[in-house]
Each structure stands twice: as C-alpha cells, then as structure tokens.
C-alpha cells in the first residue's frame, strides 16, 4: 500500500514535469462570446434582432431548465416516492408487490403516452378527447407549444405531463394492494389510462377541453396541477375499485400493521420533496408563479401534517409519526389544484382543513362504511383532492394569478374571496365530472377485467403473500 | 444434566449473562422471542385503526447444564432478572439425556 | 392476457384509422416568439427598453429555477436525508421518534416562519432583530428584495432561507436522541427558534445585523451560508442539552449501536447532494459564484471523509462506513461559512482538517468529557461549525468573491491568506457571539420547558422506546 | 500510511501556497444590473453592448443552474443510488462493505481529479491522454471553457464531469462483491482511474483525443453520454476482475439471494432519476438537446423495463420486481451514447432491445461460461453499453443533433438510418478500444495490486462478511 | 408439569391464542421459526437464477402447563390450527421438571 | 421419541440440512439464534466507542425422531456440521413424550 502510494505521488510530479510546459492558455475571456461580440460594422438593428432571439434563448434556458429538474422531480414522486409510502404500509410479504405496481406504470404508461396518450390529451379535438395529430409523437419536438408553454421546447412540455399520466394511476394501487393479480393490475392500468386519465386530462387541461379555463372551455375550472384530473379520478376510482374487489382476507379483524413506517417516512418526505415539481412545475415556467405555487405547496404540506397531528393528539393522546406524514401529504393533495391561485396564507387554511378532514375520513368515516380501502387512497386523494378544488374556488385570487381578463386585458376576480362566488360553483362542476367520470368509467374496466383475467389473487396466494404469489421473489431475505 | 430454559425482560439481558458467567455457566444460546401472560400489552394506533399488541419482546436464554450446577444457575438468573414487575419472566427446567460438542464429539457433562 | 394484449392493439390502430386525419398542424415556428418578432415599424429604442426587461425576466428565470431547486435541495437535507442519517444511528426502538423530531419541525418551523419568522430574520430592525414589517409575510411576493437577491422573486428568498430555519433546529435533536418528551421538544424547539436562531441569524444575515459583513454590520463576520448560523448555534446548544438532560439510561456501559448503518447511509448521501442547494444555493443565484461554492463544498466533503476514514484506519486499523460518512458530513459543515469565499484547493485543506478533528471530538474527547451527546450534534456541527468559521477568516480570497471594495469599488483582501489577517478576529468574535448566545439561550429555555412540561421522558417510557411511548407506533413490524 | 499521509498534508498546503495567487477575476457584477434601468443620456449602442453582456450572463445562469443540478443528480446515482442498488442485492453480512466501495470512491477519486484527473482528461495533450495543464485545477474557474461548453463556467464543466469519474469505477465494484479487500479495493481504483479511465475519457471527450467526435478526433465516435467512456470500460473491467478473482465461496451451489430488493428498488429510482442529470446533462446546457435527451433516455429506460419483464414472464411465468429494476437500468446504460443523437421512437427500440439482450446476458450467458459477475456488472453495463454505442451509429441522425457538417455548415448524415453507414464502423472502433483498454488495464492492474496487497479477503473474512472483517460494523442492529 | 411445543401456520397464530385462553391457558413465548417437512416449498427466481425454499415461515408456540391442562391444551391448538393441508404443523409434548416465575420465585404449578 | 438439538454455524446449514435428509429426517423446525460460549466474538467499533460482541449468530434444528433414528441424525449432523474450530456447536438430546400432527391428528412415531 505505501509503496504504491509514493510511486503513485512519484509518477505524478513525474509526469507534471514533463508536461508542465505552456498549457492553460485558456485566457481569451470568452463568457461574453456566447451573445457574440458587438462587431462595430454590423448595423444597430441587426445586433438587436440577434439579441431577440438570444434573449428568448437565454428565457428558454432557465424555464427549461426548471421544467426538466421538474420532471425529474415529479418521476421520482413515483418511484421511488410513492412506491415506498405504499410499500411501507403493507405487510412485509407484500411490499414488493406493492412498489411493482407504481414502477410498472412507470414503464407503461411511458410507452401509452409516446404512442398516443400525449396526443389524446393535448392535441386539440373534441371537447372530451384529443385527436391523434401527435401520434407517436409526431411534430413533438424542439420548437415550444405556445398554447401550453411558449418557452420551452414542446418535448419537454410532453415529458413533464407525462409524470403526471404516470402517477396518477399509481395513486389507486392503495386501494386495492394485497390482493389484486399483477396481471389483471396491468390490464386495468392500461384501460384506465385510456378511458379515465386521458378524457380527463384533456377536457381540463386540453386545447378546447370542456372545462379548460383559459384554452376555450365551456366550464372554466381551476386546476392549477391535477386535483381534480389526478386526485380525484384516482381517489375516486380507488374508492370504487375498493368496494368492488372487497376486503383482505381478515380484513378488520386481522391486525394489518404497516411493515415498516420508516419506509413510508421516506416515501413521504420525497413525495413532498417531489411534489415541488408538481405544483411550482405547473407553471411551466420558472418565473415568480412558480415561486408562489412553490410557497403555497410548502405551507399547505406544513400546516397539514399539524392539523392531522392535533386531531390525532386530541384523539388519542399522542400524535404519530404515520398521522403526520399523512397529514402532510394530505395537504400537499388539497393543495394542487390551487397551488398557483392562493396566497401563502390561504395556504395555510388550505392545508389545515385538509388535514384535519383526511383525517376524519381514515379515522372515522372509513370505519363506519367498512370498505377497505388499505392504504387510504380514497381517504387522502378523493376526499383531499375534493376539497381541495371547491376550496380553489374560494381562495384563488387576481393579485396571485390574473387568469380571468375582460377584453381590456384587466384581471377579473377569481375565487370567491375576490369577489367571484360563480367560481365555486364551476369548481362543483368540475370536481362532479371528475368523480362521474372515475366511478363510470372505472366500474366498467374492472367488470372488463374481471371477466377476462379475474381481478383478485388466489386465497392461497393472498395468505402467501404477493412478492411470492406474483414476483417469485421476497422483499428481504436477512438469514444469513 | 438439565436444561434451563430462561424468559426474561431484554433490558435484563446483559446483567443476566454476566451473574450466569460468574456462576461458571459460560455456553448458552440466545433467542428474540414474543411472551405473552400477564403483562398487559399497549395499544398501537395506525391512521385510526388501533390494535392491541400483547406480545411483548423477550429474550430467552437455553444453557444446559450439569446438575449440580443448576442450582447456582438458577440463583443467577433469579438475582439479577428480578425486578418484581409482572412481565419479569419464567425459568423452566428440564431433564437433558446428553450433549455432544459438534467440534470434538466428546459427550455428557464435559460436552457442556 | 394474450388476447387482451391484441385487442388492445387492434383498437389503437383502429383508433387511429378514424382520427389519423389532419392534426399536426403545429407548425408555425414559435421560438423567436418569445423574444417579440422585431416588427420593423417600432423605434429602435422602444424594442431596446422592451428587451432590457426581457433580459431580466431570462436572468430571473435562470436565478429562480436554480433556486427552488435548491430550496428543495435544502428540505430533502431535512427531509428524509437527516432524520434518516439520525434514525439510524438510534437503537430500533426509538427510530420513528427519532425522524418525527425533523419531521415536526418541518411543520412547526414552517408555520412561524410564515407568521413572523421571516420577518424577525429579514426585515430590518435593531442590530439584534428584525422588525415585524413582514408580519404574516405582508408584503412578500414576487418582487424581488434588492437588498438581499436582486433576480428573484422575494418569496423565493423567503422559502429557500425558510428551509435552513426548519434544519437548524432539527441538528439539535441529535443531542438528545432516546430520551426527551416530544411535547417538551415541541415546546422547546418553538422557543429555540424564536429566542436563538431568529436573532442570529438576523445579526449575520439580516440587513442592518450586527454581524453582517454586507449589509451594514459593525463587526462584518463572513458566514457564507450558515457556519455561525446554523452549525455553532445548533451544535452548542446541542451540547447544553446533553449535558442538562444527562445521559441515557445504561449510557455508556451498555452498547448503544446504531440500528441501521444503512439509514444513516442513506441519509448522508442526501444530506451531501441536499448540501449544494446549502452551500451553492447561498449564492442567491446560478452565476459563477454557485459554481465556486458547489465545488468547494463537494471537495470538503471528500476530503473529509478521507481524513475521518484515515484516523480510523490509523487507530483501529479500519475505516468504517460510518466513519466516512460522518467524516463527510463533518467536512460538509465546517465548509458552509466559507464555501463562497475559498478556492478548491484550500476547500481541500478545510476539509481534511475537519475530518480528523471532528473524529477526535468524538471519539476521544466526548469520551473524556463523558457527556452523553448521543448522535455527536455537538461533536459534528459544533465543533466543524466552529472550525470552519474560524478557517474562512483564514482561507477567503477576493478572486473567489471580491466582498469588500474599497470606495473606487476596488476588491480588498477577505481572509488571512489574502492578506487581511484582521478578518480572523471579526470571524473569532462571530464564533464567540453564537457560542455565547446558544448556551445562554438554550440554558434559559430548558429551564423554562422543564418547569413546564418536564423535559425527560419517564424511566419505564426510555425503556419502552420513544416509538411506543410518544407516538403509539413501532418502526418495523416484520412478524408476518 | 502516516508517512505518506503528512506527506500529502504538506503538498498540498505547498500548492495551496503556490496557485492562491490572482486567478480568474470574477466577471464584473452584473446581478442587479440584470434590469438596467435604461438611461435615457446613454446612446443606444451602450444600452445594447450592455444588453449583449447581461444576455450572455442571463443565458449563462440558465444553463449554470441546469448543469450544477446535473452535476447533483449524477452524484445522487453514486451515493445513494448505486450504493443501495448494489447493497441491496448482496447478502447482510456484506451491505455496508458493498455500498462503501461506492463511497469512498466518492471521495478518493474527487481528491484525484482535483489534482490531476481533470487535467488528463480535459486538457488537450497527445491523442491518448491529456497534459498537465490544469494540475491543481490551475486556470480552471468562472470563465467558460469554449471547446467544452462556452455558456457555463468552467468550475461547473469541471466538477459535472467529476461525477462520471466518479461512478465508473462505482460500477465496477458489482463484479467482486462480497470478496474483495477494501485496502486492495482502493488502491486498484486509484490505479484504474489513472489507467484506464482517463486515458479513455480523454481520447473520446478530451480536446483532440483520438476518437472525438468533434474537436479534431481522427475516428470521430458518437458517445453522448458515455456508453465506451463510462459502461463499456466498467462493464468489461467488472468481467476481468471476476474472471481474476474467481468466484465466491459457495457459487453457485449456495443461494445468494438479495437481502434487500427493497433497497434495490430504491436504487434503481433513484438511478434512473440521477440519470437525467447524467444524459440530459451531457448536452452541457439547457436547451432543446437536453429535453430531447432527457425523453430518450426516459423512454429507453421504460422500454427496457417492458422488454425484460417480458421476457421473464415468458420464461418464468412471472415479471419479476428485480427483473423490472434491473431491465430499466440495462435501458438507461444503452441509451446514454445515443441519448443525444435519436428520436425517441428509437430510443424505445434500443430500450427494448437492451433489456432483453441484457435479460438473456444475466440469466443464460453467465451461467454458461459460470463466471461469477456478482452484481451483473457485467452482464448490464459491459453488454448494454457495447449494444447501446453500436445502436448509436445505427439511429443517431441530424434531425436531433446536427453534428457533422460539410465545409457550408449543412448538416451530414449521421448515423446508419440517416444515410452514414460508416457511422457504425466507428462505433465498432469505439467499442473495441475501449474493450481492449478495460481488459489489458485492468489485467495488468489486478496483477499489481494481487502483489502488493492481496486481492481477496481471507476465507473466514468472506464467510463472516465484509461488513464486520473490513469495517468492523454491521449494517442493521435490530436486537433491543 | 408438560411443556406443550406447537409448531403452526403463522396465519393460524390469533385464532390459537384465543382459543387457548379460553381454555385458561394465558402464558406462552412465541417466536418465529422456518419448518421444513412434507409441504413443498416454493421457487425464487433472482436475474434468472432459481432457488428453491424448503424453509417455510412457521410460529412456535411453548407453553408449560399444569398436567391436567396439557389434553385441553392440545385439543384447542387442533381445533383451530388444523386446516387439513399439508404444513399444518405438529404438536409435541416433554415433561418439566420445575417452573419458577422470576417475579416472586414462586414454583411449580404455581409458577404457570 | 427423541427431540434433537443441534446448534451449528449457519454456514453448515445447508449441508446438514441435506444430510439429515439422506438418513431420512425430513421435518425439522429451524429458528436463528445467537450463540455465547468459548467462540470469543469480535468488536464492533463506532465513532471511536468500541464494544464486543460475545452472541455469534448460529442456527438451531429442532427435530423430534423415533428413538431408533435418533443416531443415525447425530451421525449425519456431526459429520456435515464439524469444523473441527471452536464454535462448532453442541447438540442435545432430549426425550419426547408425544408428537402429534395437526392436520391428521396422528400421534406418536406416526406423527414425525
Ligand atoms: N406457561 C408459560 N409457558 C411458557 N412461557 C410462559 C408461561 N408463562 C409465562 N411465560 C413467559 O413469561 C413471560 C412473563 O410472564 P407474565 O405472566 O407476563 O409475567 P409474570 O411471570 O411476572 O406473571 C411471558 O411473556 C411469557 O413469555
Ligand atoms: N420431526 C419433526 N421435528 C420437528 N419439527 C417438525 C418435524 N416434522 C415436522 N415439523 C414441523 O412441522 C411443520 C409441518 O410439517 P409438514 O411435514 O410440512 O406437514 P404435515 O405435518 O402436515 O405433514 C414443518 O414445517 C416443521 O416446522
Ligand atoms: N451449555 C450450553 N447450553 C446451550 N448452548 C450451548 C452451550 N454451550 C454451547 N452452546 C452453544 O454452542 C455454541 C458453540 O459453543 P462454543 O463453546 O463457542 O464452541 P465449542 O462447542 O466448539 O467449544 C455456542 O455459541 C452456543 O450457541
């Protein structure tokens, strides 16, 4: 080792004898070369005219910047965020079933969405489903789409949504973990991204989309980054899948303990971590709306995780580390929809009120009907999700985004605190379509599923426990 | 010889070994057990649903033992396992026809 | 699922056949868009005074991304990276209570923060503290603070300073560990943050602060991003809460050891990736000064980790993991208050001198001392803390960061090995400053929460784990 | 080792001492200028040689911000990436011995490139290995380097690149898992970067190395992220040192299985996360090259997943969690030549096609040769990065990077598909250097190593673990 | 006195702890063990490399009754951990010399 | 019958495990255990405060046979299991009174 070494260091200085010689010629300052130097023959205008286009360059830089990091960021809210707060809460011989199931829609819903999801949500078409203008993601490219986001390449725009399209279907996977058929999981995923997901996607967020608020919606509804199109219909969806599969075998009597919180405590600060990108990247630019969804999305998480914590404490006597982490994610869903229209103190209420409902709804409202919904994907994203766009509908306001103008160009008044009390009401709607559209379309798909693969695994493999039954394989294997 | 079988609180365990070791029982083997008797247990609370866990973490020593040191054994543990709260444990004792050290083959009491 | 699989296919393409129509009309290049299209009838200076505006919007956009980002960056160190990093190194039983103490704060900091934290901190005021012109974050928005970043909104000043008031605190906890009340924690740590960080952090970073070599201070201490701040603040008081609490039931004749390596593993890797968004982001913007303090911060944080790693090999004739990554983390602290001001090679130096002293706090002299700091709080960041702020008085430069200017705005030597041997005593009466203010302070609050609620928990709850008796929770339940 | 250690104290305090001198004059603040009010008195032609400069240093905090979050993601896949997804699949004894070999790798080879490696590498010198212009990082601050990459200071190029010197040898490590000394483990990595990673990196990236493909190489070979540089050369060292080592005791008559996919799984994420920042950000700034990337690499990852999944369902009747994570990350090491040269129609064929070839490597090749690549290092990355550096010159085309152009700047054919059949005979060049590089290095490497230290830990070191034989720990303490 | 040691399936284990208190036997140590015996195990397949688990997750229960007790003892672990499919477990019966309950060293059936 | 004991290092497992299936015991129950004795242990060192480890990990086989079997298994378990190094294990032979299978209710020799 020490001989080694000083031959190491030897040949070293060695070698830089040799070649200390010139070398770091590199002086010629050329951080301005890049906005090319003001050649003095070249006329004002030209100069000026090149300078527009390196102004929009140097624009599209940081927005893209932001907005990949954002997709990134949003990527690993699945995997490997979520798949570790649902994996921590299943029973140890189902943890590797449970976190398949988020990173398998990372897989497929990839490719759904390069074929055509993309295009089903964000070309223009009818009111409820995109055409097929972008199949393949034909004319996706470099060059932005002004209707969405003017300073980012559209491949970017298309990846960023495509995080969504993931994550979204990953959500309902807590309702029915420990006991659905891996096969049958991928079968309804796949329909549900079709017949669910996209129509969604694209009445709200879609060119001419029915509910779209500013891109030529009948019914302007606000959602800043998916409350209704990625927790309502996954909540919702996951309250029906749960009440259609049934309860796990010992289902409440059983004790059913998460097999590991300190799992779902990673799971759940990288999902806050994450969901940065979610609601500050639906800005799709990093200008200061970002900085404000960023704040409200923040503060909303904070206050959540207290407001379930207080509840819990006055309840039980003690406030647990599940309650708050809950409770923070709680928030972080009530937030979404309103992330880039409220202020950071109606933030704070946002997410106060989130938390204490969710959780009243896991707590108390869940027992009382007795459906087993495990993971509470019903409780956290249907109920906050809820909440959280007809609450959109009262606190979003002009002075944090202007987004209603008269034809003068003045902002109009936005949710009902700013004077716009016509808002809730196409929150209502909004939030009605999303949950008519969940339960419809997501009854029809399992009977679908049912029929042609069956939907739950076998008693035997239910008992055994997924990771063996589906995977062949186990989560820890800790003798020696 | 005899083989003790001992159930006692975890937080006991190293006092425990080192009396046993003074007593001359040095061999014995170890294991993470749940007890379930009197002691009542506590309640976990998870998103609402609680549970009552009454199996409690104990550890369990197995050493067994010539004869006549079973005595001594037993005070050991006894002494320093005690702490007069339900839960302390139990020590079963039992007849052991023979034991064999794997390494040598050498068998009864000298085996131990 | 064979057949699924062709129906499937089979409806895409049909799909498609229907639909495949005209779309992609896309075409019409928008990327100059952005810029405004130079129309030729608008004055030459009307398109100049437009894109100068333009400019500082793309400048803005490029600062904020990096920003957020790091605001983000500087959670993750919080959450999950150090209640990871501290869950691990607790014995099994204590781990959720171990990682709900960051977490908590996460929330609780959060809240105040918004309140009046801010405000305290930021707005000027006395030379001690703020004033409350910030009040409930009146007045915080997307307008940047020229005072303190001029390209980005203010709010993102706001929550990127927010996460280093939410990681301060949570240091302390390290202290400690598997034997304080959560409601005493609570209570303390609302009064910490009100009666130690808020103060100090306002003397060094507010505008108008005692300390603040910038802005107006009378002694300028540098403290790039949070040596004095954060690392000495927390790390002493950590001290003053080991030795008030006492240590440990059976500390240190039973062994104590770490129930997770890998946790801890884990949450170090984070805290060092997190630890450029500390570091870097303190530059307040994505220039050539982040780049400067991101590479000085990853080359203390290896050469630290070599010199821990080193002193073990060298009396134990091992290295261990959680010697390099303590290392690391040692290495990452002392090079926080200068990472703005010192060149690679003397990050290097800092580094390896942190990385042995540290490891000597704490395995030779805590064990002299025989105070029970059970996760090293002090031993780390204490000592690093102070270590490092007394190395930037010795190692800043003016070609690294040219921060003082004589009245032509000609640079001025910085640190000692720039020529300004003066600077190691502003940075030594900086050290004392946050050295007498934690002991103080924190003496006077444990006083306080002891009367109150009683800081230990009982002897039968130690025993039990904090899992249990605090939160009602085990970390793992691995029995089937 | 003591010797040698102060040894090295003073040097670099020597250098220290020698090179603080001016250095790079930090460009002239240009923060709050950003807005420039516009003076009237000013002329015009001022305001708009102002505004060049500002537009330079807007875009340049753009892409600064980009590079430096790359920079953080790429170290994210080392630590904790990597390390988790290694340590996860070997058996508890060995976990922390596994994921130090990652991390001490952070540091040493950071210590390296700081004095020497960055220079080697990136200088220009012969067409084989770079001179020692930038010992010491001498010249290497905020001013761009313009061969490399003109809108981001040079500090960022510099410490980006670290990273990938950093993970490569990381990969290597998968091959003698569970067996190797860590003395003899460090010093065959010091050895290695110096022998055939620089050599390597410098004759694809460096400034007029043999095979660049744009600064004056003479077989111009596509490599955008690193498929020959970084995985061919660790793939094919990971074979060398397993074939060298032989095999563990017991395979592969005893089961291995891993301790932990839960721990893997949480690796693969956060590689594939990590990754954008690896692809992506090898287009060195925020543009439209980094989003196409950045969707490339995605949609490869997602194939990739698809493809081995499949192809394990057909052969086991079941998709396994390991299969799934694994096949994702044999997709991201095909794409990373090609990220930045396909569309990402292609990039789901090289996915697919990566993750099966990879599938077939792993669980038939190796078992009929019987060699025992622990880890698969071989079998992914050595496998996946020759397929993946072929498939680049078969569907890299100028449609998304334009990068041959004739002497009129009109781009070329690049690839196979876009007309260049000659594309994928370099690429075999490429391919083959860097095989024969890896295989003669790291033979004559081991051979030096196995005589100074010993290559393999004593047989009841291997059969307690490393964890407690190397570093004297144990990765988990569950016992109360 | 008899140490009654009872080997079952772990998705067994709540309905033989009731049904065991009913028949007033409270006192048991509990731990987790892997049987191997008729019922076949299953395949794991790691990156194509199959191996086979005949060690299969089993509960122990030990409890030391009074005589008398031992036949009820027995007759409810039957009842409720009995399924009829192979792995069901096995029951098997040891005399004990002595029991002491470390609290109040208490003796023999006392001590149960 | 007879109940043997076998406490082995857990790197014998698997050849002993096969052994014993050569001579005909199948069923057997296995539980990981910490094993103190002569073996010394190691010292595990963090931040600088060292502490020895004196529990080495071991696994135990139970296995109840009839008493006619009863050699043959020590047989097969000292021949695979030996290393001839300190730690080896022991194993202990006990006397069984009766065995029962749970699915079938089968008792005695029957039953193993
Ligand atoms: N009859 C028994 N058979 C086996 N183990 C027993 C028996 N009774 C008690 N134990 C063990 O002893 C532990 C302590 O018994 P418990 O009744 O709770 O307290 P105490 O012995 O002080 O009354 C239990 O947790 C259990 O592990
Ligand atoms: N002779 C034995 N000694 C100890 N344990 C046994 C013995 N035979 C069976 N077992 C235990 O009983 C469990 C069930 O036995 P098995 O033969 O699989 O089913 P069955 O008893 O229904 O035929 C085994 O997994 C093992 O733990
Ligand atoms: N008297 C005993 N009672 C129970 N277990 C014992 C006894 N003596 C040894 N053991 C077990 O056997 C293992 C090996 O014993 P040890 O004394 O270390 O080696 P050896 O038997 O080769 O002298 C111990 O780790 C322990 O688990």
């Given at each position: 080792m020490?001989?080694?070494?000083?031959?190491?260091?030897?040949?070293?200085?060695?070698?830089?004898?040799?070649?200390?010689?010139?070398?770091?010629?590199?002086?010629?300052?050329?951080?301005?070369?890049?906005?090319?130097?003001?050649?003095?023959?070249?006329?004002?205008?030209e100069?000026?005219?090149?300078?527009?286009?390196?102004?929009?360059?140097?624009?599209?830089?940081?927005?893209?910047?932001?907005?990949?990091?954002?997709?990134?960021?949003?990527?690993?809210?699945?995997?490997?965020?979520?798949?570790?707060?649902?994996?921590?809460?299943?029973r140890?011989?189902?943890?590797?079933?449970?976190?398949m199931?988020?990173?398998?829609?990372?897989?497929?819903v990839?490719?759904?969405?390069?074929?055509?999801?993309?295009?089903?949500?964000?070309?223009?078409?009818?009111?409820?489903?995109?055409?097929?203008?972008?199949?393949?993601?034909?004319?996706?490219?470099?060059?932005p789409?002004?209707?969405y986001?003017?300073?980012?390449?559209?491949?970017?725009?298309m990846?960023?949504?495509?995080?969504?399209?993931?994550?979204?279907?990953?959500?309902?996977?807590?309702?029915?973990?420990?006991?659905?058929?891996?096969?049958?999981?991928?079968?309804?995923?796949?329909?549900?991204?079709?017949?669910?997901?996209?129509?969604?996607?694209h009445m709200?967020?879609?060119?001419?989309?029915?509910?779209?608020?500013?891109?030529?919606?009948?019914?302007?509804?606000l959602?800043?980054?998916g409350?209704?199109?990625?927790?309502?219909?996954?909540?919702?969806?996951a309250?029906?899948?749960?009440?259609?599969?049934?309860?796990?075998?010992?289902?409440?009597?059983e004790?059913?303990?998460?097999?590991?919180?300190?799992?779902?405590?990673?799971?759940?600060?990288?999902?806050?971590?994450?969901?940065?990108?979610?609601?500050?990247?639906?800005?799709l630019?990093?200008?200061?709306?970002?900085?404000?969804?960023f704040?409200?999305t923040?503060?909303?998480?904070?206050?959540?995780?207290?407001?379930?914590?207080?509840?819990?404490?006055?309840?039980?006597?003690?406030?647990s580390?599940?309650?708050?982490?809950?409770?923070?994610?709680?928030?972080?869903?009530?937030?979404?929809?309103?992330?880039?229209?409220?202020?950071?103190?109606?933030?704070?209420?946002?997410?106060?009120?989130?938390?204490?409902?969710?959780?009243?709804?896991?707590?108390?409202?869940?027992?009382?009907?007795?459906?087993?919904?495990?993971?509470d994907a019903?409780?956290?994203?249907?109920?906050?999700?809820?909440?959280?766009a007809?609450?959109?509908?009262?606190?979003?306001?002009?002075?944090?985004?202007?987004?209603?103008?008269?034809?003068?160009?003045?902002?109009?008044?936005?949710?009902l605190?700013?004077?716009?009390a016509?808002?809730?009401?196409?929150?209502?709607?909004?939030?009605?379509?999303?949950?008519?559209?969940?339960?419809?379309?997501?009854?029809?798909?399992?009977?679908?599923?049912?029929?042609?693969?069956?939907?739950?695994?076998?008693?035997e493999?239910?008992?055994?426990?997924?990771?063996?039954?589906?995977?062949?394989?186990?989560?820890?294997?800790?003798?020696? | 010889?005899?083989?003790?079988?001992?159930?006692?609180?975890?937080?006991?365990?190293?006092?425990?070994?080192?009396?046993?070791h003074?007593?001359?029982?040095?061999?014995?083997?170890?294991?993470?057990?749940?007890?379930?008797?009197?002691?009542?247990g506590?309640t976990?609370?998870?998103?609402?649903?609680?549970?009552?866990?009454?199996?409690?973490?104990?550890?369990?020593?197995?050493?067994?033992?010539?004869?006549?040191?079973?005595?001594?054994?037993?005070?050991?543990?006894?002494?320093?396992?005690?702490?007069?709260k339900?839960?302390?444990?139990?020590?079963?004792l039992?007849?052991?026809?023979?034991?064999?050290?794997?390494r040598?083959?050498?068998?009864?009491?000298?085996?131990?």
């Amino acid at each position: 080792m020490r001989r080694l070494f000083l031959g190491l260091l030897l040949g070293t200085l060695l070698i830089s004898g040799l070649t200390a010689a010139p070398a770091c010629a590199q002086s010629t300052d050329s951080q301005g070369a890049a906005a090319g130097s003001a050649s003095s023959s070249a006329s004002l205008q030209e100069q000026v005219g090149k300078l527009q286009q390196q102004v929009a360059d140097a624009r599209s830089s940081g927005d893209n910047a932001w907005m990949l990091v954002c997709a990134a960021l949003v990527l690993m809210m699945t995997g490997p965020g979520l798949a570790l707060f649902y994996g921590g809460l299943v029973r140890k011989k189902n943890v590797l079933g449970t976190m398949m199931q988020s990173f398998i829609l990372l897989a497929i819903v990839t490719v759904l969405w390069a074929l055509f999801g993309y295009s089903l949500v964000f070309h223009s078409g009818t009111r409820f489903i995109g055409n097929l203008g972008y199949l393949f993601l034909h004319g996706v490219g470099a060059a932005p789409n002004p209707d969405y986001a003017a300073t980012i390449p559209q491949e970017t725009f298309m990846v960023y949504q495509l995080m969504f399209a993931i994550i979204t279907p990953a959500l309902i996977t807590g309702a029915f973990a420990e006991r659905m058929k891996f096969s049958a999981m991928v079968v309804f995923m796949i329909l549900w991204t079709l017949l669910v997901y996209d129509p969604m996607a694209h009445m709200v967020w879609g060119k001419g989309g029915l509910l779209n608020a500013t891109l030529g919606g009948v019914i302007p509804t606000l959602d800043f980054a998916g409350g209704t199109v990625v927790h309502i219909t996954s909540g919702v969806s996951a309250l029906v899948c749960a009440l259609y599969l049934g309860k796990r075998l010992g289902y409440p009597h059983e004790p059913m303990p998460p097999h590991s919180v300190v799992l779902s405590f990673i799971g759940a600060c990288l999902l806050w971590v994450g969901w940065f990108g979610f609601n500050a990247g639906s800005a799709l630019a990093a200008g200061s709306l970002a900085s404000s969804a960023f704040v409200a999305t923040h503060f909303a998480a904070a206050a959540a995780a207290l407001g379930w914590s207080a509840a819990e404490w006055l309840r039980n006597g003690k406030a647990s580390v599940l309650g708050a982490i809950s409770g923070a994610v709680a928030g972080l869903v009530a937030i979404t929809p309103a992330a880039g229209f409220v202020g950071p103190m109606s933030a704070l209420v946002i997410g106060l009120i989130a938390g204490v409902l969710c959780y009243l709804m896991v707590a108390k409202v869940k027992g009382r009907f007795g459906y087993d919904d495990s993971l509470d994907a019903f409780g956290v994203h249907g109920a906050g999700g809820t909440v959280g766009a007809l609450l959109t509908g009262v606190f979003a306001v002009r002075a944090v985004n202007p987004i209603f103008k008269d034809a003068q160009g003045n902002a109009l008044a936005v949710g009902l605190i700013d004077g716009n009390a016509r808002q809730v009401i196409n929150q209502f709607v909004g939030v009605v379509m999303a949950w008519v559209l969940a339960i419809v379309g997501t009854l029809v798909i399992l009977k679908i599923v049912d029929v042609l693969v069956g939907l739950r695994v076998r008693e035997e493999h239910e008992i055994q426990g997924l990771d063996l039954s589906q995977h062949g394989e186990e989560g820890y294997n800790l003798e020696v | 010889m005899k083989k003790i079988e001992a159930i006692i609180q975890p937080s006991r365990f190293d006092a425990v070994k080192e009396a046993l070791h003074e007593v001359g029982v040095d061999g014995m083997t170890v294991s993470e057990v749940r007890g379930h008797g009197r002691q009542k247990g506590h309640t976990e609370v998870y998103r609402g649903s609680e549970y009552t866990v009454d199996l409690l973490p104990k550890v369990k020593l197995e050493m067994v033992v010539p004869d006549r040191m079973a005595d001594a054994a037993v005070q050991a543990i006894l002494k320093t396992a005690k702490t007069g709260k339900i839960g302390d444990g139990k020590i079963f004792l039992t007849h052991v026809d023979d034991a064999i050290r794997i390494r040598n083959e050498e068998r009864g009491d000298a085996a131990l």
